[in-house]
């Protein structure tokens, strides 16, 4: 899964920031379909600062410095306000809380 040749440290910090995005992806588009049912808006919101965070993060990954990776942790916003939107929408559905 890793290369062993010159330029490898670089070549496997890009396959290492893909595999992490890759990790995450099924559970923001999980969480943006059903959040963009109730909340529309906010939901792309959150898409748009999560998407930013990836990019961010795979740059500052790409360099090989694990400081740098840390750029990209305020995607964790978009992603549990993504998470409080579904508790709210299941909690709508169950008929926990009104309109």
């Not at 898409?47 to 840390?70: H, N």
């Not at 978009?78 to 579904?86: A, E, F, H």
Request: hydrophobic residues 50%; positive net charge; proline residues 4%.
């Amino acid at each position: 899964m890793y290369i062993d040749q010159p330029y490898s440290h670089v070549f496997n910090c890009i396959q290492r920031a893909h595999q992490n995005t890759l990790e995450s992806y099924p559970m923001f588009l999980v969480l943006m379909i059903f959040g963009g049912i109730l909340y529309p808006k906010l939901s792309a919101l959150c898409g748009l600062i999560w998407i930013a965070a990836r990019v961010t993060y795979a740059f500052g990954y790409y360099t090989g410095d694990p400081e740098r990776r840390k750029w990209g942790a305020f995607g964790y916003i978009g992603l549990l306000i993504l998470l409080v939107i579904n508790i709210i929408f299941a909690l709508k559905l169950l008929g926990l809380i009104s309109s």
